[in-house]
Antibody
């Protein structure tokens, strides 16, 4: 059974870079059948897509975050990573990683499974 | 616009049927998926594709599409269905992904 686990600092200073890792177990990150995504959720608010990565390294980013986001994969470690630069309090959220289907967009989009999420607070 | 719009809150009497809707241009070209989220937990996929349920999801949950509107229906709502529900889609041209703002479902 595929499992995802986010990890990283729970506290980041304003203007610094947020860095998170998602470790994938129970399956390979190299599959041609799906992507991997990062999603965040500010406390008490809704879900926001951050970006998507394919095992080849191809990425798609939320236009509103694109200038600050980098998502990458390390197939040797079966991990994906998220970096968000110049953070502010508005970036305080629970950050989730999830497997994303399908590769063909016309079929729709879904995330399954999700990691448990990790809370990141931006504060001095 | 490719944003997805949901009603913020909906209520249903125990055992009755409830429909949650999601509107957006991207839904004209792509199916919606639906997620259930309970407090303090990660979202769980409940409907994807045309009307597919992952393993372990009750068959009282169903989905449908019409034009730019996706609907999620619970037939015979149970107390444990009380949660936030989010719709999701992807723009087939740009691969941008969208979530609806979420609907808080209360089971009375």
């Amino acid at each position: 059974q595929l499992q995802l686990q986010e990890s990283g600092p729970g506290l980041v200073r304003p203007s610094e870079t947020l860095s998170l890792t998602c470790s994938v177990s129970g399956g390979s990150i190299r599959s041609n059948s799906y992507f991997w995504g990062w999603i965040r959720q500010p406390p008490g608010k809704g879900l926001e897509w951050i970006g998507t990565v394919y095992h080849s390294g191809t990425t798609f980013y939320n236009p509103s975050l694109k200038s600050r986001v980098t998502i990458s994969v390390d197939t040797s470690k079966n991990q994906l990573s998220l970096m968000l630069t110049s953070v502010t309090a508005a970036d305080s959220s629970v950050y989730y990683c999830a497997r994303q289907f399908p590769v063909v967009a016309a079929l729709g989009n879904w995330f399954d499974p999700w990691g448990q999420g990790t809370l990141v607070t931006v504060s001095s | 616009s490719s944003e997805l719009t949901q009603d913020p809150a909906v209520s249903v009497a125990l055992g009755q049927t409830v429909r949650i809707t999601c509107q957006g241009d991207s839904l004209r070209r792509s199916y919606a998926s639906w997620y259930q989220q309970k407090p303090g937990q990660a979202p769980v996929l409940v409907i994807y594709g045309k009307n597919n349920r992952p393993s372990g999801i009750p068959d009282r949950f169903s989905g449908s599409m019409s034009g730019s509107t996706a609907s999620f229906t619970i037939t015979g709502a149970q107390a444990e269905d009380e949660a936030d529900y989010y719709c999701n889609s992807r723009d087939s041209t740009t691969n941008n992904v969208f979530f609806g703002g979420g609907t808080k479902l209360t089971v009375l």
